[in-house]
């Protein structure tokens, strides 16, 4: 049973476009994660937010800018969007920043196509 | 340097057949230990952990891993495979002063053959 939903599924643009990505997570926790996976399957953590709060910024360019309402809702914004952006971007979350063994539960991910 | 390691990209096995995926890490203590896998056009989803303890964990679907602090490893096992095994596996770790963050291997495509 999916508790990490990610919108839209796919999404196909053109360089320099904007595009946003959504991800809510309805497992009550407190610590939501971006992630990018490239073509080679290979996964990189973009973003950690804890509460809302921005923890972990992993040296992503400059257009990329995650944007957190509440601590279930965390999104993701790419200004003007570049050919190497084209990837699978994985949404999780877990029950809190500290808590080390604690499993991340990801969402299905937003294909993103940069034409 | 910090490092976790998949050695095999892809392994390639018959169905009912065992099967053992590699992980190696490189870290001065024990890091937290995780196996996730990822489905075809899915998200990832943990099969075990592990920190402290018995050194061989259970997980779900009859997979278990086994720890070793001597080769600094932690390999994926399972008995008899199916079909539906086919998929991505992911060794992860946590560094224990890294809060939070995972750090993923780069993945062992797993192929089963009918």
Redesign the interface.
């Known amino acids: 049973e999916t508790a990490v939903f990610q919108t839209p599924n796919y999404h196909v643009t053109q360089v320099g476009n904007e595009v946003s990505f959504n991800c809510k997570q309805t497992l009550g926790h407190d610590t939501m994660y971006w992630y990018k996976q490239d073509s080679k399957k290979l996964l990189k953590i973009m973003f950690s937010y804890n509460n809302k709060q921005l923890i972990v910024n992993e040296t992503v360019p400059r257009r990329f800018s995650p944007q957190s309402s509440d601590k279930a809702h965390l999104n993701l914004r790419i200004k003007s969007v570049e050919p190497e952006d084209s990837a699978v971007y994985l949404c999780a979350s877990s029950p809190d920043w500290g808590a080390n063994y604690a499993e991340q539960f990801f969402g299905p991910g937003t294909r993103l196509t940069v034409l | 340097a910090q490092s976790v390691t998949q050695p095999d990209a892809r392994v390639t096995v018959s169905e009912g057949a065992s099967l053992q995926l590699r992980c190696k890490y490189s870290y001065s203590a024990t890091p937290?230990l995780?196996w996730y896998v990822?489905y075809p056009?899915?998200?990832?989803?943990?099969l075990l952990?592990y920190?402290s303890g018995d050194p061989v964990v259970q997980g779900v679907n009859g997979f278990e891993a086994e720890f070793s602090k001597s080769d600094s490893s932690f390999h994926l096992r399972k008995a008899s495979v199916h079909w539906s095994d086919s998929a991505?596996y992911?060794c992860a770790v946590?560094w224990?002063s890294a809060?939070?963050?995972?750090?993923?291997g780069?993945?062992t495509?797993l192929i089963v053959i009918p």
Request: aromatic share 20%.
């Open positions: 937290y995780f990822q056009r899915q998200g990832l989803q943990m952990k920190y991505v992911f946590k224990g809060l939070g963050r995972l750090h993923f780069a993945g495509q």
